[in-house]
């Protein structure tokens, strides 16, 4: 049995300073206690007096056939199946030397995750996966696949899901940032097939989120019925316009937004790109504001970083998306659900991740001081605990190892 004694633990939702014993039994948690607990004889200490124990963090938006590099969704045809594979691990492997255990693959090519994720694979992280992305002809992110046309192939689309054992259906509502061409302030499907989507899914047993940056394609996705959006920037044709009735009705009808913050330092957006953010007037400390503003109104948001698409986004930036959620004003703790507790529940995970509970997986981090004084105590991970195995925070590659290796 393995106890892990910290200051302090932050269990999904709150919390506790007052410094506690976690027990970890092969890959579960077994017992969460107090201080002054009496740890039995026999047991593996790892002892962090000054550090936090949280849950594994969940990345709710990744792109894991994206290698971060200039162009990686638009390179995707160049890439062999053995390419993909190599691909999806090296990502999954910086996202767990984060902390990350726990990713939403919202897009792949060719299938590639879904696929990757039906052999076996020890000491990675858990992965959930769309498969292609459902997307218009010659729409966003057309290159991996899922390109359709008109109500029946939107509803054959879903089936297919279903049928390879897709956990989500996305859905590209509007144009994207990184696939010039598209129009990101309009829509590329109307609110009759995307509620033709839905209504498959449901059918299905599948949720859909919708990649929304258009205002018309926010509406349209609401009066769908999506279980969740992507993005929701409310881009218009020249400006952001956040009205309140559709902030209303996304809390009102329990719609999951993912906002996708979180950048690389220094991170200088393509040009294309950056003439569009102008356009709009909108940068990173604005976005994180209007999250705020929507988790104020009651919208539950959800932490995913769009990672993998382009060197501003490279996989692994989660805990630095957290930090910038705190800079826009949300509390330190409600960030940190966003990645923890209400990320699990909105993935369909919160009977078992998520949360520092009895009987849930032992996928949990340990940083060094207190994130909710201190937020950027998430870029000092010391340890990971992947399904029961403490792992160190990096190797020289930047890689989650083992603390023999």
Same mark, same amino acid.
């Given at each position: ?9 932050? *269990? ?34 790892? *002892? ?118 897709? !956990? ?14 598209? @129009? ?11 509620? @033709? ?25 609401? @009066?769908?019925?999506? *279980? ?134 032992? *996928? ?9 004084? !201190? ?21 020289? !590659? ?8």
């Amino acid at each position: 049995m393995l106890a892990l004694r910290v200051a302090r633990i932050f *269990d999904g939702r709150s919390l506790t300073r007052d410094a506690g014993v976690v027990f970890v039994e092969g890959d579960r948690i077994v017992g969460v206690e107090s201080s002054g607990y009496d740890i039995p004889s026999g047991c593996e200490i790892l *002892d962090r007096p000054d550090g936090t124990l949280l849950p594994g963090l969940i990345d709710a938006h990744v792109h894991l056939v994206g290698d971060s590099g200039p162009g990686a969704l638009e390179r995707l045809p160049g890439f062999s199946p053995d390419d993909l594979s190599r691909t999806i691990e090296q990502s999954l492997r910086v996202q767990l030397a984060t902390g990350v255990t726990t990713v939403r693959d919202l897009g792949d090519k060719a299938w590639s995750v879904v696929d990757w994720r039906a052999r076996p694979h020890a000491g990675l992280p858990t992965v959930l996966a769309s498969g292609p992305p459902i997307t218009s002809r010659g729409g966003h992110c057309s290159t991996m696949g899922g390109e359709v046309t008109g109500v029946d192939e939107l509803r054959a689309a879903v089936r297919e899901r279903a049928e390879r054992g897709a !956990d989500i259906v996305k859905i590209m509502a509007s144009g994207g940032m990184t696939t010039p061409g598209t @129009a990101v302030d309009q829509g590329q499907f109307t609110a009759e097939e995307l509620a @033709a989507v839905v209504a498959e899914a449901d059918v299905a047993g599948l949720p859909v989120t919708a990649h929304a940056h258009a205002l018309i394609s926010i509406r349209d996705a609401i @009066a769908a019925g999506v *279980d969740g959006i992507e993005h929701c920037t409310f881009l218009t044709a020249d400006s952001v316009y956040v009205p309140d009735d559709a902030i209303a009705a996304l809390a009102a009808q329990g719609i999951v937004v993912c906002p996708t913050i979180g950048r690389a330092p220094d991170a200088v957006p393509p040009p294309h790109l950056l003439e569009r953010l102008l356009k709009a007037g909108m940068d990173l400390e604005s976005r994180a504001r209007q999250v705020a503003h929507a988790h104020r109104a009651g919208v539950t948001i959800i932490s995913g970083t769009d990672g993998g698409i382009n060197p501003g986004k490279p996989h692994g930036i989660l805990p630095r998306a957290i930090a910038d959620l705190v800079a826009g004003g949300m509390a330190p703790a409600d960030a940190l659900a966003s990645a923890t507790s209400t990320a699990a529940d909105a993935c369909g995970l919160g009977d078992r991740k998520g949360h520092v509970r009895v009987d849930y997986d032992a *996928d949990l981090i340990v940083v060094d001081g207190d994130p909710l004084s !201190d937020i950027s105590a998430l870029l000092r991970l010391d340890s990971t605990i992947l399904a029961g195995e403490v792992l160190t925070s990096a190797g020289d !590659d930047g890689t989650a190892v083992r603390p023999e290796e």
